[in-house]
């Protein structure tokens, strides 16, 4: 298979794949596991399925027909790929060192305008069905059930830090809150801030720089510094939407459990990283993916 349809059919090139494969082999993922006297299925193999399932909406018994193995087959080695891969989500999103940070804070400048940026932040809605414990939960204002995923993202729109989990009617700031990059901001912050919307606007976010609300009274000034920050703070918004978009399982998970919401979520995100760069150009939105309609501020 030449390297544009695999690309167009895997969402990863072959270099990467490759990589993914020595990472996976690293954790010994393929050792060890027969099941009914059958010979185990082999980690290239597997890792297909996974990349397939991530990046469509295909059924376990679709997914089993297009690569010649049983659905229970097919199930087991996904849930195989997915699980390891989510214990190396360190080595794919990490806090960027001092030496990044200052990168970051640069390019931001460039882009926005504003000293001191070294990411932004925001939430998306992942939908799932409504779960059987604490449904009420998971329904969000739209009207549908979700879990809540919240991002920073760097300059190019990596995630430096993720939390997946809270039902759907949480608030982004109640979520941020909640989250362990909280209890530990003011280390990993230092003297820099991050760009945010109208939600984290308050005295527990000192390191949000946020808009300024518009009550229609505006002066010149405010409405010039709201732009600057919504220039810097679209980043985000497009990184959620190139993860949909590429990754199409996580538009819309049903049928499936919690654990694995949020572990597919990670998954995503992980596979987002390491898909950016100067050549992930999406072939329908070459200008870059717009975020999906069920995203919109919590």
Same mark, same amino acid.
């Given at each position: 298979?030449?390297?544009?349809?695999?690309?167009?059919?895997?969402?990863?090139?072959?270099?990467?794949?490759?990589?993914?494969?020595?990472?996976?082999?690293?954790?010994?993922?393929?050792?060890?596991?027969?099941?009914?006297?059958?010979?185990?299925?082999?980690?290239?193999?597997?890792?297909?399925?996974?990349?397939?399932?991530?990046?469509?909406?295909?059924?376990?018994?679709?997914? +089993?027909?297009?690569?010649?193995?049983?659905?229970?087959?097919?199930?087991?080695?996904?849930?195989?790929?997915?699980?390891?891969?989510?214990?190396?989500?360190?080595?794919?999103?990490?806090?960027?060192?001092?030496?990044?940070?200052?990168? +970051?804070?640069?390019?931001?400048?460039?882009?926005?305008?504003?000293?001191?940026?070294?990411?932004?932040?925001?939430?998306?809605?992942?939908?799932?069905?409504?779960?059987?414990?604490?449904?009420?939960?998971?329904?969000?204002?739209?009207?549908?059930?979700?879990?809540?995923?919240?991002?920073?993202?760097?300059?190019?729109?990596?995630?430096?830090?993720?939390?997946?989990?809270?039902?759907?009617?949480?608030?982004?700031?109640?979520?941020?809150?909640? +989250?362990?990059?909280?209890?530990?901001?003011?280390?990993?912050?230092?003297?820099?801030?991050?760009?945010?919307?109208?939600?984290?606007?308050?005295?527990?976010?000192?390191?949000?720089?946020?808009?300024?609300?518009?009550?229609?009274?505006?002066?010149?000034?405010?409405?010039?510094?709201?732009?600057?920050? +919504?220039?810097?703070?679209?980043?985000?918004?497009?990184?959620?939407?190139?993860?949909?978009?590429?990754?199409?399982?996580?538009?819309?998970?049903?049928?499936?459990?919690?654990?694995?919401?949020?572990?597919?979520?990670?998954?995503?995100?992980?596979?987002?990283?390491?898909?950016?760069?100067?050549?992930?150009?999406?072939?329908?939105?070459?200008?870059?993916?717009?975020?999906?309609?069920?995203?919109?501020?919590?």
């Amino acid at each position: 298979m030449d390297e544009h349809t695999f690309r167009r059919h895997l969402r990863v090139t072959w270099a990467q794949f490759d990589f993914l494969v020595i990472k996976l082999e690293q954790q010994r993922l393929n050792q060890g596991h027969h099941f009914g006297g059958l010979p185990d299925v082999p980690l290239h193999k597997k890792l297909l399925m996974f990349l397939w399932y991530m990046g469509n909406q295909n059924s376990f018994r679709e997914i +089993s027909d297009r690569f010649d193995v049983s659905p229970s087959t097919a199930h087991r080695a996904i849930l195989d790929v997915l699980g390891t891969l989510c214990s190396l989500t360190s080595s794919f999103i990490a806090w960027p060192n001092h030496c990044e940070k200052r990168v +970051s804070a640069a390019a931001f400048a460039r882009v926005c305008g504003i000293n001191g940026i070294i990411g932004a932040i925001d939430g998306c809605h992942i939908k799932i069905q409504r779960p059987i414990i604490r449904g009420a939960d998971y329904l969000n204002r739209k009207g549908f059930y979700s879990v809540l995923l919240q991002g920073i993202v760097d300059e190019k729109g990596r995630f430096q830090d993720i939390f997946v989990g809270p039902p759907g009617k949480v608030h982004d700031a109640r979520m941020l809150r909640s +989250s362990n990059f909280y209890r530990t901001w003011e280390e990993k912050m230092e003297d820099y801030q991050l760009l945010g919307d109208t939600a984290y606007i308050g005295n527990a976010y000192p390191f949000v720089v946020t808009p300024k609300r518009d009550n229609g009274a505006l002066t010149a000034e405010e409405q010039a510094g709201n732009v600057q920050i +919504s220039r810097g703070r679209v980043i985000v918004e497009q990184a959620f939407g190139r993860v949909k978009c590429k990754w199409r399982r996580v538009r819309d998970l049903q049928n499936t459990r919690l654990d694995i919401i949020v572990m597919v979520t990670i998954a995503a995100c992980i596979l987002h990283n390491l898909c950016t760069g100067s050549f992930d150009v999406c072939e329908d939105h070459p200008q870059g993916c717009p975020r999906q309609a069920d995203d919109d501020n919590m």
